[in-house]
């Protein structure tokens, strides 16, 4: 069961369903990261001591979602299993409480289902198989390789917007320009007033996929984390196969914009760990175990030296 429970009051206010619920696309291959990920889902290589989805499950929690499907894929049981009671381990730790607790967190951030997704065609595909855990009711989807620091979120304001506009809410971050071809980028026009209380809210009117600096729209690019009404799935059954053959999920909220659904985005500023690849993945270990009350300065000064000192053991000159 959720930690936090949804707030009711954006529904008495609008008529609408605030989403309760969340999808988290998991069932890649992760080649970027093989060897390691023949046998250990990316979504569970730790960051310090916590796998990936689980930094991911509390950040849905924190913003009042207690209901969590993972897409999953061959292979992948473990990722359910980290949520799963372990009453052998709990006896072992029952002298240990401060990872007694640590263990059962887990056990108590959400309820975990789970859909198999037979073959990976596309990100569109994949959020397509939630819809008979979903139904018609908006949801929120988490791509499995990006978080949020939980001082800074960015879900509850997400889920606030689309209760208000019952549209298509997505989440942008700014990037350099010369790397919008790394991103979806966005092309946006000012949001309506009534909305910016929310926080800085724009109104989407277009995508454009990984275009070059020459071609982009804006700075703004797409970061992995949706919140979708119901009827995105009658929209994904209409999409046909886009870019590398797969079913986009952009392709089918674009459909819907074109259709008439708002789209807005909330620009985010706080900080974005992605573990996608190797390189960011390695960011981010660094940074949340820099920033740990328990190892932080500790670490640091190991950093400090350690970068202050040639590969031969010597100093850096």
């Known amino acids: 069961m959720s930690e936090h429970s949804a707030n009711p009051s954006t529904a008495a206010a609008t008529g609408r369903p605030r989403a309760v619920k969340a999808v988290i696309p998991a069932a890649g291959l992760a080649t970027r990261f093989l060897p390691a990920t023949k046998a250990v889902p990316k979504e569970l290589l730790p960051v310090v001591d916590r796998p990936v989805l689980q930094y991911i499950v509390e950040e849905a929690a924190q913003a009042g979602i207690g209901d969590v499907l993972l897409i999953t894929g061959r292979g992948k049981t473990s990722m359910v299993d980290h949520f799963d009671r372990r009453p052998d381990l709990e006896e072992r730790l029952a002298q240990k409480p401060d990872l007694l607790a640590a263990v059962k967190r887990t056990e108590e951030l959400a309820a975990i289902y789970t859909c198999r997704q037979p073959e990976q065609l596309g990100l569109g595909h994949a959020v397509g198989y939630a819809e008979s855990h979903v139904g018609d009711q908006p949801f929120a989807v988490l791509l499995g390789d990006e978080f949020v620091k939980p ?103 674009e459909l819907l914009r074109t259709e008439g659904t708002p789209v807005h985005a909330i620009v985010y500023r706080g900080t974005r760990y992605d573990t996608g690849m190797p390189l960011g993945y390695l960011q981010t270990v660094v940074q949340i175990a820099a920033e740990r009350e328990d190892l932080g300065t500790e670490f640091r000064k190991w950093l400090t030296d350690f970068v202050n000192t040639d590969a031969s053991g010597g100093p850096n000159t």
């Open 151 to 253: 001082s800074e979120p960015l879900l509850p304001a997400m889920l606030e917007l689309q209760a208000r506009t019952g549209g298509v809410v997505l989440a942008f971050f700014e990037v350099d320009p010369a790397e919008t071809k790394r991103y979806g980028i966005a092309s946006v026009e000012p949001a309506e007033s009534e909305l910016t209380d929310i926080g800085e809210v724009v109104k989407v009117t277009g995508m454009v996929e990984k275009p070059t600096p020459e071609e982009a729209p804006s700075n703004l690019a797409v970061l992995g984390r949706y919140v979708l009404p119901g009827k995105i799935f009658d929209a994904i059954r209409r999409t046909p196969p886009g870019s590398g053959g797969e079913i986009q999920l952009t392709d089918a909220m």
